[in-house]
């Protein structure tokens, strides 16, 4: 049988017998075709599966078993197979990533439990993120913000947190600028608000000035604070003002004058107070230099051997200035100094003796703080003088002598000593010479009481 007539018996078998060959071709493709589906669909379900898990594990904290997982499939899975694996849960990431940030911000997970779902999806390396989404969740946050809706910790850290997504970059530091820069501006109004209620109006009214524009709340608020500050400073400040004068800190003075000046520039009462004042301070304050040349001038000391420790207090109302003195680096005189009349006293009483001739005067600590000053010796022979004249007491002179001078006229010694030991004070010791042929008699007055005792060869006795 040659070709042809093999083709021509082939043909007519197939015509013969076409459809039962068409209806076992359609079997045969059909058959093939649910095999690829079946072979497909299983795929597909085994994909959904295996991205089930990884994001179950990861939303139940077992990030290194979900890091695990998606390890074990790269091994395994055909790169078609895992590009579609992959596909698939990033839409199931990216839908966690969004409800995961919106828990954190409502408290509902911890800072812990947001980190490590960021973590776990920076590691997965090859997962799609929808940016686009996460920044606009951003912005949702920053809004809420300043709408108090939700705390400076919590918006902050999510911008911060999130801002670690791979490839996320810049997108997020327009918002974190804003809720740092509007939590700057609200710590400074609430500052302002503690020195308002302090009656640091000055600085009060610094602090609500600051207050940022767009942050609209705290803003009308600080304005409207700070115009009634700028009422209440008035008559305060002017209360500080004399208190501060009163302290004898006239640059405390002059500090408050200026801060309501800032306000009232024209206003004559400060104005007048504030040329008061700078003539207060340039008269009765002393630098360390001013009170070196006083003493040098007063006591011809060499000023390069000498140096000071100094502060100043009021004492009856007036100002000094307390001064230790040190001479090549040794205590030499403790010297109170008179601000106004620049007279110096020295430290004085039974115990300690710096015996200074070049002062005006002594002073003592009487405890609480306190300072007592001595009269001088010409106020001892007036006060003397005076008394005698009461008791009709006549005389030619009266002298100041020393108390070992004193003691000759002094029988019973051991009586005087009990006096001067009794009383822990100092005395002034003079000598009144009556005339001619009458017995010259000594009184001891005590320097810081004013009290006069009269010496006898019998007795002593208060004058």
């Known amino acids: 049988m040659n070709l042809k007539e093999s083709f021509n018996k082939g043909v007519d078998f197939i015509d013969k017998h076409k459809k039962t060959i068409i209806t076992a071709s359609l079997s045969i493709l059909g058959l093939i075709i649910l095999m690829v589906i079946f072979f497909i669909s299983g795929d597909e379900f085994s994909i959904e599966k295996e991205s089930n898990t990884l994001l179950k594990n990861i939303e139940q904290r077992k990030y290194s078993i979900a890091l695990e997982n998606y390890d074990d499939y790269k091994d395994k899975f055909s790169e078609i197979k895992m590009n579609r694996f992959n596909k698939s849960i ?64 919590i918006a902050i850290s999510y911008m911060n947190i999130a801002s670690t997504l791979n490839g996320i970059v810049y997108e997020l530091d327009l918002y974190k600028q804003n809720i740092e820069e509007i939590n700057e501006s609200r710590k400074l109004y609430q500052e302002a608000d503690k020195n308002n209620n302090n009656r640091m109006y000055y600085e009060a009214i ?16 600080a304005q409207d604070k700070k115009s009634k500050c700028i009422e209440d400073m008035y008559d305060y400040y002017i209360q500080k003002i004399y208190e501060s004068d009163e302290n004898g800190n006239y640059e405390e003075a002059l500090q408050y004058i200026e801060y309501i000046k800032h306000y009232y520039p024209n206003d004559e009462n400060i104005l007048s107070l504030e040329k008061e004042y700078k003539k207060k301070l340039s008269l009765y304050t002393l630098s360390s230099e001013d009170i070196i040349n006083l003493i040098c001038k007063k006591s011809g000391k060499k000023k390069e051997n000498l140096s000071i420790n100094s502060f100043y207090q009021m004492i009856d109302g007036e100002k000094y200035y307390y001064v230790e003195l040190l001479e090549h680096d040794i205590l030499t005189d403790e010297i ?41 010796q010409e106020k001892a022979k ?82």
């Open 336 to 376: 109170l100094i008179n601000a106004k009349t620049k007279e110096m006293y020295s430290y004085k009483d039974t115990d300690k003796d710096y015996k200074q001739d070049y002062i005006d005067g002594y002073f003592r600590h009487i405890g609480n703080g306190k300072m007592q000053f001595a009269i001088t």
């Open 206 to 221: 610094v602090g609500y000035s600051k207050v940022l524009e767009k942050d609209k709340k705290y803003y009308d608020l």
């Open 382 to 463: 007036f006060i003397l003088g005076k008394k005698l004249d009461e008791k009709g007491h006549k005389y030619k002179e009266i002298s100041q002598i020393s108390q070992e001078k004193a003691q000759r006229h002094v029988t019973d010694k051991e009586n005087l000593n009990k006096i001067l030991g009794k009383n822990k004070d100092l005395y002034y010791y003079e000598m009144v010479n009556s005339g001619f042929f009458k017995e010259k008699q000594v009184y001891i007055i005590n320097m810081y009481t004013e009290k006069i005792y009269i010496i006898s060869k019998d007795k002593i006795s208060e004058y």
């Open 90 to 153: 990033s839409k199931k990431i990216n839908k966690l990533l969004l409800e995961s940030g919106d828990k954190y911000i409502n408290k509902e997970i911890t800072k812990e439990q947001y980190i490590g779902i960021i973590n776990t999806i920076n590691a997965l390396g090859t997962i799609e993120i929808d940016f686009k989404r996460v920044v606009e969740q951003g912005k949702r946050a920053n809004e809420m913000y300043e709408k108090e809706n939700i705390d400076y910790e």
